[in-house]
Structure formats: C-alpha cells, structure tokens
C-alpha cells in the first residue's frame, strides 16, 4: 500500500479537514545503465576536483552560486535551512478561481489528497461544493523542504492536489513569434475553417486515458525481453562481479590502501620484508704472549 507523504489538514476559512498527502503519478521510465563498449564493464561518475582531478569526498562538497563566469557565492547549510519554509502539514487555500483560469503550462505535479479518520463529510462537502460552483482552491503547501502553489481540483471521488509553477518559471508568449490576430489576416477562408470543424468533428470522441500508452517504452521492452531470450546478453568482467558483490570489502581495502599511500613521503616505495642476514662466524682468539 502506497504511504502518505506526509498527514495533516486541509483548511479554508476556518474549516479544517484532516488528510493525507499521497502521490498522484507513477514513474514508468527504463532506466539504463552506462557501460564501456570496449569490456562491458559499468561506469562510475566521480565527484572530480577540476584542478587536481582528484576525487573529492561528499563532505568536503559545498553548495555555490555563480553569479558571473569563475566567481561564486557559496551557500552554506544555515543558510539553506534559514531560507526553506518551517515545515507545517497543511494545505491552506487562499482563493478560490474559475476551473478554467490556469493555463495548463502551470500545472506541474499531481498529488491526491485523502480524508483522514472521521473526515470523510468535511471532504464530501468541499468536493461537491467545487463541483456544482465550477471552481478550484488556490493554495499554499509545503511539501518536503520547499513551500509551492497548489491548485486543489475535485476528480471524480478525490480531491486532487496539483503543484503550480510560479508565473516568473514561465516563458512570457509576447517573447515568442507567434500569429497575432485574426484568422483572416493570414488568409484563412471560411470555407476552409468549416472543412478542418468537420474534420475535427469527425474525431471526437470521449477522452479515456486507458487507450493511450507508451508505445515507446512497449517496444524497447520487446527488444529487451528478445534479446534476453535468445542470449544476446554481455556480462561485466569477472573481477567487476566480485567487485559488485562485495562492495564494501572492495571499497574498504581501496580507501585502506589510498590511506597507506598518502602517508608515505612522496616517491618513497613500499619497503619489502628483507630477509634476516646470516649470523656472523666468531673471530678466532689471539693468544697473548706469554
């Protein structure tokens, strides 16, 4: 069962509708791996210090603003947590507009909201109110570590929760060449306007979401599932395996290793076990003069 992103209320005016926050979308994408075409081995990505190419340890990473090309501002944790809004579970609607009013380049992500214990008529009554009033909740949620606009939509049995992109994350349409004006201005004919509505009529049809899929995504799935079937499959080099299998052993001796290496003075070379020189014969007893 799918878990709650987090529990809390759902308020407008003074009424408070407990709920829980839970994910509207369901990620389907293939996820493929990099390999070396030369020995099919996986490739790793490394945090790299421009400079010394050296690796560099995530604590040792900051976080920087640059403001012009070469020259940052770096960003510390204080300011992080200073700037990202207290976390407070609740989704507060400060108006409520037409339906229709947000363009569609606004919505981003969609989450649904669900009543929680005893809240089912709190629920039923701010759903069927937007239903018969045509509107939708404007409002303010925080979900995680960052605070959004939301648009709160009745679907069907749900109220569905929607993140909104800020007009400033838009690109204006005055900035783009597009045709202004009427359709006569570019010649289009009356004629030709009832053929392409006819046309349009023609294909109507009621939307079911169930009859689209991802054709895409279905036939790079059929040429994995054939391959696999007839063998045409490649496998790391046996040491990656091992490697694979026992990460942290492998990763520990490394880091060990590195550890030792550093310490020594530079250029010196581990030293070898020298064998133990044979004991020395006694030198033979002068006798003295009598």
Same mark, same amino acid.
């Given at each position: 069962?799918?878990?709650a ?21 369901r990620r389907?994408?293939l ?30 990473? #900051?976080? !920087? ?7 940052? %501002? &770096?960003?510390?944790? $204080?300011? *992080?947590? +200073?700037?990202? @809004?207290?976390?407070h ?14 363009s ?16 089912q ?7 069927e109110?937007? #239903?018969? !009033? ?7 949620? %925080? &979900?995680?570590?960052? $605070?959004? *606009?939301? +648009?709160?939509? @009745? ?14 994350e ?16 570019y ?10 509505r006819?046309? #349009? ?16 995504r ?10 696999m079937r ?35 003075p ?25």
């Amino acid at each position: 069962m799918a878990r709650a992103i987090w529990s809390g209320t759902l308020s407008f005016g003074l009424l408070q509708i407990p709920v829980k926050l839970m994910a509207g979308e369901r990620r389907t994408d293939l996820h493929f791996r990099m390999l070396d075409s030369r020995d099919n081995a996986p490739i790793r990505y490394e945090r790299v210090n421009s400079e010394t190419g050296e690796e560099v340890p995530w604590k040792d990473v #900051v976080r !920087a603003f640059e403001y012009r090309k070469g020259s940052y %501002v &770096v960003i510390e944790e $204080e300011d *992080l947590r +200073a700037a990202a @809004p207290q976390s407070h579970e609740s989704v507060d609607v400060e108006a409520f507009v037409d339906a229709g009013a947000i363009s569609p380049r606004q919505y981003e992500k969609p989450y649904v909201l669900v009543p929680g214990t005893k809240a089912q008529k709190g629920y039923v009554l701010l759903r069927e109110t937007l #239903v018969k !009033a045509g509107k939708i909740g404007i409002a303010r949620v %925080v &979900v995680r570590t960052r $605070e959004y *606009l939301a +648009a709160v939509i @009745p679907e069907g049995d749900a109220l569905v929760l929607v993140l909104l992109r800020y007009a400033q994350e838009l690109v204006d349409l005055d900035e783009l060449e597009l045709p202004h004006g009427p359709a006569a201005d570019y010649r289009v004919s009356r004629k030709e306007l009832d053929m392409a509505r006819q046309l #349009v009529d023609s294909m109507a049809g009621k939307w079911d979401p169930a009859e689209y899929r991802d054709e895409f995504r279905s036939r790079l799935h059929e040429v994995i599932d054939q391959r696999m079937r007839s063998g045409k499959t490649v496998t790391p080099p046996p040491e990656e395996e091992a490697a694979e299998e026992a990460t942290n052993v492998v990763d520990f001796m490394k880091l060990l290793k590195k550890s030792l290496e550093s310490k020594r003075p530079h250029g010196e070379r581990p030293t070898k076990k020298k064998a133990r020189p044979a004991a020395k014969k006694a030198a033979p007893r002068r006798r003295r003069p009598a």
